[in-house]
């Protein structure tokens, strides 16, 4: 196929010889390059996206975590879910867990235990209901500061409610509606 244009005039030379001279080959002026903003460039998109995707994922994360008493008595229930007996009386369990009028513990005791979580000495009490499920009651022995709340954690569900003798108690359960009998049974009627 023959080349379609005219051939190069005198002028055309001369333009073409005079432009190649102006500019440095390989190296055109600075005011040619497109300049994109630097947050309009993908990489930088990305990187950003990630960063807020990780920050808020982390953010969720810790805003739904228990305080660290609770954590320290899920983890404690985990090790002990499979031991059951008496290890000590029930009268004085029924002091902590604010039932001292009662005659009974609720439900079908499994394991009465004193416990240490995070150096506080714990009442451990895993009984069963039969309306709702296996539930590890914790009462502490000392004052300790727990706000009344509930909640996902360790793939098991907790709750913290007040005892009707005014004392925070834990309760952890693989179902939740064990934590509502459990807590209709063990809680302070609402003012």
Same mark, same amino acid.
């Given at each position: 196929m023959p080349d379609q244009r005219p051939p190069?005039?005198?002028?055309?030379?001369?333009?073409?010889a005079e432009l190649a001279l102006?500019?440095?080959?390989?190296?055109?002026?600075?005011?040619?390059?497109?300049?994109?903003? &630097?947050?309009?460039?993908?990489?930088?998109?990305?990187?950003?996206?990630?960063?807020?995707?990780?920050?808020t994922g982390a953010t969720a994360v810790l805003a739904m975590r228990p305080?660290?008493?609770v954590r320290g008595a899920i983890e404690h229930e985990y090790y002990e879910r499979t031991l059951r007996g008496a290890f000590m009386?029930?009268?004085?369990?029924?002091?902590? &867990?604010?039932?001292?009028?009662?005659?009974?513990?609720?439900?079908?005791?499994?394991?009465?235990?004193?416990?240490?979580?995070?150096?506080?000495?714990?009442?451990?009490?895993?009984?069963?209901?039969?309306?709702?499920g296996m539930v590890t009651v914790f009462a502490f022995d000392d004052a300790v500061?727990?706000?009344?709340?509930?909640?996902?954690?360790g793939n098991v569900y907790w709750q913290v409610v007040t005892s009707q003798g005014g004392k925070p108690l834990v309760l952890v359960a693989?179902?939740?509606?064990?934590?509502?009998?459990?807590?209709?049974a063990l809680a302070a009627p609402p003012p």
């Open positions: 190069d005039t005198a002028f055309d030379l001369r333009a073409r102006a500019f440095d080959p390989g190296q055109p002026p600075q005011h040619l390059f497109r300049h994109t903003p &630097l947050l309009a460039r993908r990489g930088l998109q990305r990187t950003l996206a990630a960063l807020l995707l990780t920050a305080p660290a008493l009386e029930a009268a004085p369990l029924l002091q902590h &867990l604010g039932l001292g009028d009662r005659q009974a513990l609720p439900g079908y005791p499994q394991l009465l235990r004193p416990c240490d979580i995070d150096g506080h000495l714990t009442y451990h009490l895993t009984t069963f209901f039969e309306k709702g500061s727990l706000p009344d709340g509930s909640g996902w954690w693989q179902k939740k509606k064990a934590l509502a009998v459990a807590q209709g």
